[in-house]
């Protein structure tokens, strides 16, 4: 009765500090994938598609069950586990939850030509 | 000579069309598995009540492998002092005979595992008490087993995915 309360006052103060190794949201990072195709194999809830012509992946993580087996099983650590956790949302294909729409799918398309015939170029 | 050697010699002499075997796992845990036809499978049901009345009726488990059905019941003997003998009992049916007799009064309990496998697989097992439906839906349709792994299990237009954004986004909008 003459304690203070031992709860934390979340939206006044910071939420309780995660621990080491949390598993938060998914982290992509588009020029290191190699496509590989590992994270898709080993995905149990379908978040990945796989873009063979660019050879990338389209991530949903609105679909992500925080298993971390993708990031374990990246070979260049293309995928990491964030801190954030406060990932509520009025829509469910919300920008925050998607990695590679269409129309960036198609810049890298077309930036990959480039290099290609850039690189033709130089070996002529 | 151990539980399960005694219980396997006990069945070969009681039941010689029986194919009996223990297996050993890479913890040392003895398993012994049978395989009997379905003529003598409730007489073996049968002797297993009669060789422990307390035998411990695990779980049924119903499987496609092609052309016949299995059937396979764990059972766990004589555990009152551990470890028990572990009992796995195989049957196997003919996919266009799938039938059984019905072993609900040996094992009361069998009468659930019939049941899932009746709508599961679509084993018919003779003279059950109950033959309701016990996970499906009401209005599942007739005829199609979902553990089917032939023309009688889920059709394609049956299956649903909530799809991926990307290919929502490239198909539709």
Known sequence: MFKKPATNLFPKTEPVPVP????????????????????????????????PEIRKVALWTGRCVFCKQCVDVCPTGALQMSDEFLLASYDKYDDKFIYLTPEEAEEIKRKQEELKKAKAKKSQ | MSKEEYFVELVKKTFPNADVEIKENKWGRKRVWVKIPRESFRAFMKFLKEFDEDTHYSIAIEEDIGDSIDFTIHFLLKFEDAPGISLLVKTTVPK?????????????????????????????????????????????????????????????????????PYLLRRGGK
Do not use: W
Request: hydrophobic fraction near 40%.
């Open chain 1, 20 to 51: 080491e190794g949390f598993r938060g949201k998914i982290v992509y990072n588009v020029d290191k994938c190699v496509g590989c195709r590992m994270c898709v194999t080993v995905c149990p809830a379908g978040v990945f598609v796989y873009l």
């Open chain 2, 96 to 164: 266009d005979d799938p039938v059984l007799p019905d072993i609900s009064d040996i094992f009361p309990i069998s009468l659930q595992f019939e049941r899932e496998a009746m709508e599961m697989i679509g084993i018919d097992f003779e003279n059950a008490p109950d033959k309701r439906r016990l996970f499906l839906p009401d209005d599942f349709p007739e005829g199609i087993y979902p553990l089917r792994l032939d023309e009688k299990g889920i059709p394609e237009e049956m299956v649903k995915n909530a799809g991926h």
